[in-house]
Nanobody, 123 residues
Framework: QLQLRESGPGLVKPSQTLSLTCTVS??????????WGWIRQSPVKGLEWMGS???????YYNPDIKSRTSISRDTSKNQFTLQLSSVSPEDTVVYYC???????????????WGQGTQVTVSS
């Protein structure tokens, strides 16, 4: 059974870079046609797709936050990582990693999700 688990610091200072890692078990992040994404949820905006990394390593980002976002992977550990730079209190939300079949940004198409991790941006 596929499982995804987010990990990383729960508290980040303003202007710093947030870094979260998703560890995948029960399946490989290199499996053909699957994309692995980061999604965040806030009371104001709801669910927001941030970006994805493809089975082949290609990356795709939400244009609204592309300049601050980077997604990478470590295939030897079956993990992928989100980095969000220049964070502000507005980035205080719950972050999820998730899987989708095909290159989609529609969060409704993601079929497997981690449990989510709360990140707070505060000095």
């Amino acid at each position: 059974q596929l499982q995804l688990r987010e990990s990383g610091p729960g508290l980040v200072k303003p202007s710093q870079t947030l870094s979260l890692t998703c560890t995948v078990s029960g399946g490989s992040i290199t499996t053909n046609s699957y994309y692995w994404g980061w999604i965040r949820q806030s009371p104001v905006k709801g669910l927001e797709w941030m970006g994805s990394i493809a089975y082949g390593g290609g990356t795709y980002y939400n244009p609204d936050i592309k300049s601050r976002t980077s997604i990478s992977r470590d295939t030897s550990k079956n993990q992928f990582t989100l980095q969000l730079s220049s964070v502000s209190p507005e980035d205080t939300v719950v972050y999820y990693c998730a899987r989708v079949f095909g290159q989609y940004a529609d969060v409704a198409r993601f079929d497997s999700w981690g449990q989510g991790t709360q990140v707070t941006v505060s000095s």
